[in-house]
């Protein structure tokens, strides 16, 4: 596609529910990061998809985080037992491979009540 | 460990000069970045700088990048409304993998 998708858009959910997000990487791209951007802050990684090898996952805050990525293809980060601490945008960045450029979707903004 | 520094707001007149400095700990990152990133929306890459380098220039962008003091600057000029944004510099973490972000700042662009 034309650049990174990612959906919902917005997505409110009550303390205790799972929630599954989505990202539509560039095609061709091999790489692919989650990240999350609380309100007021940075952007912390998450999760690094390269091709078929084994994820760095070093960036999960906790088990009840996790994400997949079937080859070079789409990916879903799911929170299981979302709290209200999880309430952020959760951006996803794809690249031709690791050493180059990051572009970024809009976006998934995660409010947990 | 790494970090990255940037001050959090700046604000400046219409038609002005922008300088946003950044600060980072790697002295092994290759490349450095800067992304805008407008209200709702995910981030821009405007610029990025190889580490062998010590200026870059792309319109009414210009980054400086000082190795020894660890010090990275964007300067925008001709400063436009449009360009009230939040920047982050970023860096690539050790690993080579994720980018290092700092927190962002927040330019107001005022006519």
């Known amino acids: 596609g034309a650049g990174v998708s990612q959906s919902p858009s917005n997505k409110v959910t009550e303390k205790g529910k799972d929630v599954e997000l989505r990202c539509d990487p560039i095609?061709?791209?091999?790489?692919l990061y989650w990240y999350r951007q609380r309100l007021g802050q940075g952007l912390e990684f998450l999760i690094y998809?390269?091709?078929?090898?084994?994820?760095?996952k070093s960036g999960l805050p906790s088990d009840r985080f996790s994400a997949e990525r079937t080859g070079e293809s789409v990916s879903t980060l799911t929170i299981q037992r979302t709290q209200q601490e999880d309430s952020a945008v959760y951006l996803c960045a794809s690249s031709l491979d690791r050493k180059n450029i990051q572009y970024f979707g809009a976006g998934t903004r995660l409010s947990v009540l | 460990g790494e970090d990255v520094e940037q001050s959090l707001f700046l604000s400046v007149r219409e038609g002005d000069s922008s300088v946003i400095n950044c600060t980072y700990t790697d002295s092994s990152s290759t490349y450095l970045y800067w992304y805008k990133q407008e209200p709702g929306a995910g981030l821009q890459l405007l610029t990025y700088i190889f580490s062998n380098m010590d200026m870059k220039q792309d319109q009414r962008l210009t980054v400086l990048l000082n190795k020894k003091d660890k010090h990275l600057s964007l300067r925008i000029a001709d400063t436009q409304t449009g360009d009230s944004a939040i920047y982050f510099c970023?860096?690539?973490?050790?690993?080579?993998?994720?980018?290092?972000f700092g927190k962002g700042t927040t330019l107001s662009v005022s006519s």
């Open positions: 970023a860096e690539i973490a050790q690993a080579g993998t994720a980018l290092i």
């Open positions: 095609s061709g791209h091999t790489a």
């Open positions: 998809f390269q091709g078929n090898s084994a994820p760095d």
